[in-house]
């Protein structure tokens, strides 16, 4: 027997190349003429079925900025466990050089300089060719999306997804699971869905009425590839009632459901699966237990958290592949199935450096066909940023701070509350900020900015709740999101404490002084949940916000204090 | 910007959840306890109870229980004012001993299975049903 470990090919396609370009030497030429297509995309063919996974795009079609997050903390079983070491620690941990692409595309620090050397990454176009070089080394390559696809531009919004759906089908997936498609309503998904020329899986997608699985997304498809059995099993994101308005898809119910997972399992290999793929949109650390809890999957291609790893994770026999967001990376793992049973794996997370890796003429005309009719709209800048905007992180990051002093200033409110999303391309220093730009951050169905009063109690219970999502030792409960972002307000956390003792010293920044229980405060907020909302969609007050700006900064955020982290 | 104060909106207030349950729940849940099992051990295998890790629903949980070769299964939401919720009875020409149905819960808490077996033993088995605000989804 080959051990997995044998075959594992410490595989950032990036890590191999650089060494000579030494931190500090970031020019663009040198970063271009260090990286080529052929060396991001060399790959030794291995086994007999090649998986190519994407995952996360939020709808970004065309190259972008995104920097991965410096702060992300692993509780529980996962303290210190990746995906939770950001910046040099994750460089060390994978032997990354410092100034490298893979730093570059992989972790924080330095972002602003680095992005000026190596550019955009993504387009669909550039993804194109990516599994078009893959195709043609393994024509019956599986290519499979793991969700959240429809959601997150100003075309996706106005055009329902249709863009998505366009540009997705011109690179022929085998097969999706969803996330955030279920904001558009359940009457569109079911309409796209209906007419999807591949597998819309789901075993954990069921009907709400009758608790029993949903017709419409069966739990899985079987293919037949390299001679190989393989059954694909997909995994939705468990509790999308709960993160996102679950009055927008009242027919369907979600959750984990692994006693189901392991019954789908058990029912492929009864008939004949070899390799059993699960599509997934749990979030990392939910991959990772119910990878020790159900037996019998052999790959979990894992979406929603974002993270980038450029090696797997084994749990038992199972190897768990997490390929990023936004376009940014493609994974391809290849696979030796012999004899019914998955015998050794090679894996290559591929980031996409946009100016190296050569558009696919055929889908860049697609791109430009769906975004034609608004381009005016698209590219009207609204104003300039001096400062790096960014979203990942737990806590804060410079874009939501921005957005919630909007918030503040055009809705005078005394607290500011944004929701704790990953999706969301980065703007560099100096950059303009277009209308597009300002879309890729707030677009969603259900952007209400609204403003309401929130007693000091009601605040620590909002607080309170949102942090056992993303800090509760268990990763079954947890939702997946960051914390919610506030501004104008202040706390300290205690992450190793129980939900109800987290949060502490709730302070209103304005007077310095502490939240009183009992008051009442102004409150401005967007993406509720709760039907009804009312106010002004989020893209128009900060459009309104970083117009009267012109050039907006924002200040290091020191209002929320971490400890036991 | 033409909006006012007063088209502001409130934060469903059914979202508020009871966060501190009164003891004298957990006294009824173990008063009903003992009623069921005379202060018998409870053993950790022989029943299975299936609930949502996080409810999508709090006033509607789907839950179901099952546990083979029992006479009764008796179900307790023990944070609930009233704990008890239902008892499931088994006739000897029942199929299978298992039941599904929903419950409501007042807020997070620990949903409890008890089986009476069919050697007249006792089992029990406990899932941790959270009930949340929600929002923010990745």
Same mark, same amino acid.
């Given at each position: 027997?080959?051990? !997995? !470990?044998?075959?594992?090919?410490?595989?950032?396609?990036?890590?191999?190349?650089? &060494?000579?370009?030494?931190?500090?030497?970031?020019?663009?030429?040198?970063?271009?003429?260090?990286?080529?297509?052929?060396?991001?995309?060399?790959?030794?063919?291995?086994?007999?079925?090649?998986?190519?996974?994407?995952?996360?795009?939020?709808?970004?079609?065309?190259?972008? =900025?995104? @920097?991965?997050?410096?702060?992300? *903390? $692993?509780?529980?079983?996962?303290?210190?466990?990746?995906?939770? %070491?950001?910046?040099? #620690?994750?460089?060390?941990?994978? $032997?990354?050089?410092?100034?490298?692409?893979?730093? =570059?595309?992989?972790?924080?620090?330095?972002?602003?300089?680095?992005?000026?050397? =190596? $550019?955009?990454?993504?387009?669909?176009?550039?993804?194109?060719? %990516?599994?078009?070089?893959?195709?043609?080394? @393994?024509?019956?390559?599986l290519l499979l999306d793991g969700g959240d696809t429809w959601h997150g531009s100003y075309t996706c919004y106005h055009t329902q997804g249709q863009d998505m759906v366009n540009v997705m089908n011109a690179l022929k997936p085998d097969a999706m699971t969803f996330h955030w498609e279920f904001t558009l309503g359940s009457d569109r998904v079911n309409e796209i869905v209906e007419n999807l020329p591949f597998a819309a899986l789901g075993q954990n997608i069921f009907d709400a009425e009758w608790d029993e699985p949903a017709e419409l997304f069966p739990p899985y498809r079987f293919f037949e590839r390299g001679g190989v059995r393989i059954a694909v099993i997909g995994q939705a994101f468990p509790y999308m009632p709960i993160a996102n308005p679950g009055w927008m898809f009242p027919e369907y119910a979600f959750g984990i459901r692994d006693e189901h997972m392991q019954e789908m399992v058990d029912e492929v290999r009864a008939q004949g699966a070899e390799l059993v793929v699960c599509l997934s949109h749990n979030g990392f650390d939910v991959d990772k237990k119910m990878a020790g809890i159900v037996g019998g999957i052999d790959v979990?291609?894992?979406? +929603?958290? +974002?993270?980038?790893?450029?090696?797997?994770?084994?749990?038992?026999?199972?190897?768990?592949?997490?390929? $990023?967001?936004?376009?940014?990376?493609?994974?391809?793992?290849?696979?030796?199935?012999?004899? &019914?049973?998955?015998?050794?794996?090679?894996?290559?997370?591929?980031?996409?450096?946009?100016?190296?890796?050569?558009?696919?003429?055929?889908?860049?005309?697609?791109?430009?066909?769906?975004?034609?009719?608004?381009?005016? +709209?698209?590219?009207?800048?609204?104003?300039?940023? #001096?400062?790096?905007?960014?979203?990942?992180?737990?806590?804060?990051?410079?874009?939501?701070?921005?957005?919630?002093?909007?918030?503040?200033?055009?809705?005078?409110?005394? *607290?500011?509350?944004?929701?704790?999303?990953?999706? &969301?391309?980065?703007?560099?220093?100096?950059?303009?900020?277009?209308?597009?730009?300002?879309?890729?951050?707030?677009?969603?169905? =259900?952007?209400?900015?609204? @403003?309401?009063?929130?007693?000091?109690e009601f605040l620590h219970v909002v607080l309170e709740d949102v942090a056992d999502n993303l800090f509760n030792p268990d990763p079954y409960y947890q939702q997946g999101g960051d914390m919610v972002r506030t501004g104008g307000l202040g706390y300290r956390i205690d992450i190793t404490q129980p939900q109800g003792s987290r949060i502490t010293e709730l302070t209103l920044l304005k007077t310095g002084e502490r939240i009183d229980p009992a008051r009442s405060y102004q409150v401005a907020g967007w993406a509720s949940v709760n039907e009804g909302t009312e106010g002004p969609p989020i893209w128009d007050v900060v459009e309104d916000h970083i117009r009267a700006q012109g050039t907006v900064s924002v200040t290091p955020n020191t209002s929320v204090d971490v400890v036991g982290a | 910007m033409e909006l006012t104060r007063?088209?502001?909106?409130?934060?469903?207030?059914? /979202?508020?959840?009871?966060?501190?349950?009164?003891?004298?729940?957990?006294?009824?849940?173990?008063?009903?306890?003992? /009623?069921?099992?005379?202060?018998?051990?409870? /053993?950790?295998?022989?029943?299975?109870?299936?609930?949502?890790?996080?409810?999508e629903n709090g006033n509607t949980v789907p839950i179901e229980v099952s546990a083979p070769g029992a006479s009764e299964i008796m179900v307790l939401a023990l944070g609930n004012p009233t704990p008890p919720v239902a008892t499931f009875k088994f006739g000897p020409l029942a199929a299978s001993q298992s039941a599904s149905t929903r419950i409501r819960l007042a807020g997070t808490q620990d949903v409890l299975a008890i089986a009476r077996l069919a050697d007249g033993s006792f089992a029990q088995a406990k899932a941790t049903v959270k009930v949340t605000i929600g929002g923010c989804g990745g």
């Open positions: 027997m080959i051990s !997995r !470990r044998d075959f594992l090919q410490t595989g950032m396609a990036a890590s191999a190349i650089l &060494g000579t370009s030494g931190f500090g030497n970031w020019g663009r030429l040198a970063a271009q003429q260090a990286l080529t297509q052929d060396q991001l995309l060399q790959f030794d063919t291995f086994g007999n079925v090649s998986l190519i996974h994407v995952t996360d795009i939020h709808a970004q079609l065309k190259p972008i =900025y995104f @920097r991965e997050p410096s702060v992300n *903390i $692993g509780v529980g079983p996962n303290k210190g466990k990746v995906p939770h %070491v950001t910046g040099a #620690d994750f460089r060390r941990l994978y $032997g990354i050089e410092d100034g490298s692409p893979s730093h =570059y595309a992989l972790s924080s620090g330095d972002f602003a300089a680095l992005a000026q050397g =190596y $550019g955009r990454v993504g387009g669909l176009d550039r993804v194109s060719t %990516v599994i078009n070089q893959i195709r043609s080394e @393994r024509p019956d390559a979990i291609l894992s979406g +929603h958290t +974002h993270d980038a790893l450029p090696e797997p994770v084994l749990v038992g026999e199972t190897i768990i592949v997490a390929s $990023g967001s936004n376009g940014k990376f493609v994974s391809r793992v290849d696979l030796d199935v012999r004899d &019914g049973r998955m015998m050794g794996f090679r894996h290559k997370l591929i980031p996409i450096f946009s100016d190296v890796i050569a558009p696919d003429p055929a889908v860049t005309a697609v791109i430009d066909e769906q975004r034609a009719p608004f381009t005016e +709209h698209l590219s009207e800048v609204i104003g300039q940023s #001096d400062a790096l905007l960014y979203r990942r992180g737990n806590f804060n990051g410079t874009w939501d701070d921005l957005i919630c002093d909007a918030l503040l200033t055009q809705r005078e409110a005394e *607290i500011a509350l944004s929701p704790g999303v990953r999706w &969301g391309p980065s703007i560099l220093p100096g950059q303009d900020i277009t209308r597009e730009d300002i879309w890729n951050v707030t677009s969603m169905t =259900y952007p209400e900015a609204y @403003r309401t009063e929130m007693t000091g | 007063r088209q502001a909106i409130a934060l469903g207030a059914g /979202a508020l959840l009871a966060a501190h349950l009164p003891h004298t729940a957990y006294a009824a849940g173990e008063e009903a306890i003992q /009623a069921f099992t005379g202060g018998a051990a409870l /053993a950790d295998t022989g029943i299975t109870l299936t609930a949502p890790e996080i409810a």
